[in-house]
Nanobody
Framework: QVQLVESGGGLVQAGGSLKLSCAAS????????MGWYRQAPGKQRELVAS???????NYADSVKGRFTISRDNAKNTVYLQMSSLRPEDTAVYRC???????????????WGQGTQVTVSS
């Protein structure tokens, strides 16, 4: 059974930083593409960052230059370092196991429970 557990969310002031963690069990983060999604109230889920099994990273335009996705294979954990946070970054962030096809990331249907990030102005 694949289990993904996010942590690291919280309340932070605009301009601050947070680092989210996604600890995986039942799967290896080194063998799959992994992604971070977010969903704000009243908005659709948005893919903000992804990483291939080979370590290549991709970002949504809205977070490019501010967020960094990374992976620690020894800890079987994927991270999302978020800097220069803005109120519009407020959302529930969830990690996901996925795959790439023709250069695009697709969810495989495995999700964490989510961690709340709230950015105050």
């Amino acid at each position: 059974q694949v289990q993904l557990v996010e942590s690291g969310g919280g309340l932070v002031q605009a301009g601050g930083s947070l680092k989210l963690s996604c600890a995986a069990s039942g799967t290896s983060v080194s063998d799959h593409a992994m992604g971070w999604y977010r969903q704000a109230p009243g908005k659709q889920r948005e893919l903000v960052a992804s990483i291939t099994s080979g370590g290549s990273t991709n970002y949504a335009d809205s977070v490019k230059g501010r967020f960094t996705i990374s992976r620690d294979n020894a800890k079987n954990t994927v991270y999302l370092q978020m800097s220069s946070l803005r109120p519009e970054d407020t959302a529930v962030y969830r990690c996901n196991r996925g795959y790439y096809s023709s250069g695009y990331y697709y969810s495989s249907g495995s999700w964490g429970q989510g961690t709340q990030v709230t950015v105050s102005s």
